[in-house]
T-cell receptor
Framework: SQTIHQWPATLVQPVGSPLSLECTVE??????LYWYRQAAGRGLQLLFY??????ISSEVPQNLSASRPQDRQFILSSKKLLLSDSGFYLC??????????FGPGTRLLVL | GENVEQHPSTLSVQEGDSAVIKCTYS??????FPWYKQELGKRPQLIID?????GEKKDQRIAVTLNKTAKHFSLHITETQPEDSAVYFC?????????????FGSGTRLLVRP
């Protein structure tokens, strides 16, 4: 069966520091991968999606970037974090039928 | 592009009563409509979904209805229980878009009073 991992689970970072969040999927090949951010008490904001290795589409201009170095690995990065980057970061995957399954998330607090 | 509106934003019901959450979408090409439940501090979990070739789907106490002509779909929860308390999100996507991006509604916070 398919499994999705995210780490770290929680992260506290100072403003201006770099960020790297990792997501990996097991049990499936060539999935579509997605990064979402959820501010406290708010909805799901799609940040990036990828339909294949090295293929990244950005939904919202910001100081974040994403990369997909391997088929089942998706990385979210920032060179310099802002206070507004705080939130719950969720990775998700889907295959051809479109259903998306979410990872456990990373809770990021920027101070 | 697609836009999904969800109502109400909050819903409080007595245990045992029914709850209905409604969503409308704008893109007639949308043909897949999932519903997610998100408990506090947890990831969203798929609870039911429907494709545009059917009008209704049921799974125990939850059901989803779809009206393609009016471009709206609804989640129905019967015999609500306290553990149904959570935030519910509707979404829409089209298989004509190879990204299978989901466009989410803004969420409904459901509180079931014991």
């Amino acid at each position: 069966s398919q499994t999705i991992h995210q780490w770290p689970a929680t992260l506290v970072q100072p403003v201006g520091s770099p960020l790297s969040l990792e997501c990996t999927v097991e049990g499936t090949s060539n999935p579509n991968l997605y990064w979402y951010r959820q501010a406290a008490g708010r909805g799901l904001q799609l940040l990036f999606y990828s339909v294949g290795i090295g293929q990244i589409s950005s939904e919202v201009p910001q100081n974040l970037s994403a990369s997909r170095p391997q088929d089942r690995q998706f990385i979210l990065s920032s060179k310099k974090l802002l206070l507004s980057d705080s939130g719950f970061y969720l990775c998700a995957w889907s295959v051809s039928e479109g259903t998306q399954y979410f990872g456990p998330g990373t809770r990021l607090l920027v101070l | 592009g697609e836009n999904v509106e969800q109502h109400p934003s909050t819903l409080s019901v007595q245990e045992g009563d029914s709850a209905v959450i409604k969503c409308t979408y704008s893109d007639s090409a949308s043909n897949y409509f999932p519903w997610y439940k998100q408990e506090l501090g947890k990831r969203p979990q798929l609870i039911i979904d429907i494709r545009s070739n059917v009008g209704e789907k049921k799974d125990q106490r939850i059901a989803v209805t779809l009206n393609k002509t009016a471009k709206h779909f609804s989640l129905h929860i019967t015999e609500t229980q306290p553990e149904d308390s959570a935030v519910y999100f509707c979404a829409a996507s089209s298989d004509m878009d190879s990204s299978y991006k989901l466009i989410f509604g803004s969420g409904t916070r459901l509180l079931v009073r014991p």
